[in-house]
């Protein structure tokens, strides 16, 4: 049997759902990534390090303002920008896992995932230009 792989990375999944919402908690975008926590705090520095996003500490809370001007970091997606990428999935890749994971109640993260995946794939399929990313 092959090995599960998706076309987004974790990075990718993370920066996502932090565009989505950008007060999220840690732990919400690990539980909605399908990752652990601690994961999730090491990507964010990633992110943070290479200027992805930003995080401001407002009150006992971080909120996180993502930069869609920063270009892709591999050489075949240099001339594309993070924006891009976000336009493709505004508000649909963490809203739809959110939702299945209420609807569900113990909805685990692989559903949540596939609910989210099937969101964006209907908004690809729906008019929505291809983009080389």
């Known amino acids: 049997m092959a090995e599960q792989w998706t076309i987004l990375s ?3 999944r993370v920066l996502l759902v932090i ?3 950008p007060d999220v908690r840690l ?3 690990a539980e909605l990534v399908g990752i652990t926590e601690r994961a999730v705090q090491m990507i964010v520095a990633d992110l943070e390090e ?3 996003i930003t995080r401001q500490r407002v009150g006992r809370r971080n909120h996180y303002v993502v930069d869609p001007l920063q270009s892709f970091r591999h050489p075949h997606e240099a001339g594309h920008q993070v924006g ?3 336009d493709i999935f505004r508000g649909s890749t963490a809203t739809a896992a959110r939702a ?3 609807q569900s109640g ?3 993260a692989a559903s949540a995932a596939a609910a989210a995946a099937a969101v964006a794939v ?3 399929t729906s008019g929505v230009p291809d983009l080389p990313i």
């Open 100 to 102: 299945a994971a209420k």
């Open 27 to 29: 732990r919400d975008v």
């Open 122 to 124: 209907t908004e690809l």
């Open 84 to 86: 891009e990428l976000l």
């Open 10 to 12: 974790n990075h990718g």
């Open 19 to 21: 565009a989505d919402d």
């Open 106 to 108: 113990a909805a685990s």
């Open 50 to 52: 290479a200027g992805y």
